[in-house]
């Protein structure tokens, strides 16, 4: 079990940057010499987040050992450069359903069963299971919201328990500025702050998260009405690169400030390497969840960690409606198919890999990507018009894309794909062999039900070490496993589609080598 805790909670808004806050904090201290664990705690009653829609949630990022999780475990994993698992994110549902589980074998011993004690202490009892010297916990949601009282209570429990010295309360709150009367406006928070404080948690110290630098007497304001110390009153504002925060926060002296009151001895400083000029090239996500920015997280930033600006998304169902994709791909140095379910947007994403081949624009296609990279292939090249996937037409008589064959008897949707890490051959002589250090073997996070249908028409594909015609005019399968792991073509700058998901792999300082290679073949492309 840890030994100290930092607890990081949300007032005002949600989706202020609490899963930075903590992400930022844990990276600090690790560098600092302190072993830190991480838990982000979820109140909704879903049991992870495989079957949340992306436009609603965001991305679900995917763990080595197949859990689908919350787009914070991203962040977690980019800043600590640390592998999470499903120990580090805990939901509602999760809770509840251990709890009803238990009381089914009759384990309360024909106790009333109500949420306080026995919800509470399956939530304590999960956080005492941690690893780590230290365990940073994010409590999703804001304070004041009804699903997450419960979790809250767990914690104050467990800081009596434990000793109220061990654990240290950060409030992340947003202040809002009023320009009509030229002033930062502090009451939300103050009332946010009262509500932390009705449940039984006094806040230690407060992040106070602004679009601009506030005004010291604002911020002496909430020291005050809050009752927190002045130097424990940080003010986060936005920056242009998220990756600062680390930096940000040792300037603030935070690292000290945590581990004189944990009484925790530090040693060593941040390490802390992130881009910071950034490569003006464009890069074209055609996409279709368009709801949030964080559809694509993980994708983006694996991008913005190579170095290069952020992708832009294109709406692959206005791409797929129009009869000039270069109307909408026209100015892009390189294209990014993504992936995703459904049948929505999908010709606009195969209109996107026909300009991108017929034009030798750089692209990769990733997960339903590369199947459609796939089906484009086999429909312009081959010659198979009606080729398609069984996920779209289960009739076609081209399923150069079907489903797994363990996946037909499946009924249920949540967490039921092939998921996780899994061992993969790369194939010698190829691009993809070439961006891995000509190595072998490497394990990659898959997450989908669908894969390449080699066998039924593996005359079209050049497997190198097997065939020996010439390359040209085939599809070259660069990496496989128990399916078709990466595709690609030899005359083409960068033609390159992967089952799997690099992206959930890509660390500051160590972006996954399939992004810098795409970004590199983008320079070349450009001298």
Same mark, same amino acid.
């Given at each position: ?10 007032? $005002? ?26 838990? &982000? ?19 679900? +990022?995917? /763990? ?82 009804? =699903?997450?009282?419960?979790?809250? =209570? ?33 009451? *939300? ?39 927190? *110390? ?15 925060? *680390? ?33 003006? !090239?464009?890069?074209?996500? $055609? ?11 993980? !994708? !983006? ?10 992708p832009r998304v294109i709406d692959s169902e206005l791409l797929e409606e129009s009869s000039d994709p ?5 100015? +892009? ?25 017929? &034009? ?13 990279m796939v089906i484009e292939y086999f429909r312009n090249v081959v010659g198979f018009e009606k080729a398609?996937? /069984? ?23 949540? #967490? ?34 669908? =894969? ?8 079209? +594909?050049?497997?190198?070490? $097997? ?6 005019? &085939? ?7 128990? +399916? ?6 030899k005359n083409h700058p960068f033609f390159v589609g992967v089952q799997f998901h690099p992206e959930y792999?890509?660390?500051? #300082? ?8 795409? $970004? &590199? ?7």
């Amino acid at each position: 079990m840890p030994k100290k805790f930092i607890v990081v909670t949300g007032g $005002v808004l949600s989706g202020i940057g609490k899963g930075i806050v903590a992400a930022s904090i844990s990276r600090l201290l690790i560098d600092c010499g302190i072993d830190v664990n991480v838990l &982000k705690i979820d109140p909704y009653l879903n049991m992870d987040a495989g079957t949340m829609n992306p436009n609603q949630h965001g991305e679900v +990022f995917v /763990t080595d050992d197949g859990y689908e999780a919350d787009l914070d475990l991203g962040h977690y994993e980019r800043f600590t450069g640390k592998n999470m698992s499903r120990k580090n994110n805990l939901t509602a549902g999760q809770v509840y359903y251990s709890v009803i589980t238990k009381e089914r074998k009759g384990e309360y011993l024909g106790s009333t069963v109500q949420v306080v004690p026995h919800v509470t202490e399956e939530i304590k009892e999960r956080i005492r299971s941690m690893e780590g010297e230290l365990l940073v916990i994010e409590i999703g949601g804001t304070v004041g919201d009804i =699903e997450g009282e419960v979790f809250l =209570e767990a914690v104050r429990e467990l800081s009596l328990e434990l000793g109220q010295s061990n654990f240290l309360f950060i409030h992340t709150t947003f202040v809002p500025y009023l320009r009509t009367t030229n002033e930062f406006k502090t009451k *939300p928070t103050q009332q946010s702050v009262q509500l932390l404080r009705r449940i039984g948690i006094h806040p230690n110290m407060i992040v106070v998260r602004t679009e601009s630098p506030i005004d010291p007497a604002s911020l002496d304001k909430l020291s005050l009405f809050a009752g927190v *110390p002045r130097n424990m009153v940080i003010n986060l504002y936005d920056t242009n690169n998220v990756y600062e925060i *680390p930096e940000v926060l040792k300037e603030y002296d935070v690292h000290q400030k945590i581990a004189r009151f944990l009484n925790m001895e530090l040693s060593g400083k941040l390490n802390w390497s992130y881009p910071k000029v950034f490569k003006p !090239i464009k890069i074209a996500l $055609v996409g279709k969840y368009l709801g949030t920015d964080d559809a694509y997280k993980s !994708i !983006i930033e694996s991008i913005f960690l190579c170095g290069a600006e952020k992708p832009r998304v294109i709406d692959s169902e206005l791409l797929e409606e129009s009869s000039d994709p270069e109307e909408f791909l026209r100015g +892009f140095d390189g294209i990014i198919i993504p992936g995703g379910f459904g049948k929505r947007g999908i010709e606009g994403k195969i209109k996107a890999i026909t300009y991108a081949r017929e &034009k030798n624009i750089p692209i990769l296609g990733i997960c339903l990507g590369m199947q459609l990279m796939v089906i484009e292939y086999f429909r312009n090249v081959v010659g198979f018009e009606k080729a398609n996937s /069984t996920e779209f037409d289960p009739d076609t008589p081209y399923p150069v894309i079907d489903i797994m064959e363990e996946q037909k008897k499946v009924l249920n949707l949540g #967490g039921t794909m092939r998921l996780g890490s899994q061992d993969m051959r790369i194939l010698p002589n190829t691009k993809l062999w070439n961006m891995y250090g000509e190595i072998s073997e490497e394990k990659e996070r898959h997450r989908h039900r669908y =894969e390449v249908n080699y066998d039924d028409f593996k005359d079209y +594909f050049f497997l190198p070490s $097997v065939n020996s015609e010439n390359p040209e005019s &085939k599809l070259i399968v660069s990496a496989m496993s128990d +399916f078709v792991e990466a595709i690609e073509l030899k005359n083409h700058p960068f033609f390159v589609g992967v089952q799997f998901h690099p992206e959930y792999k890509s660390k500051v #300082g160590r972006p996954h080598p399939v992004f810098t290679a795409l $970004v &590199k073949a983008i320079e070349e492309k450009l001298k």
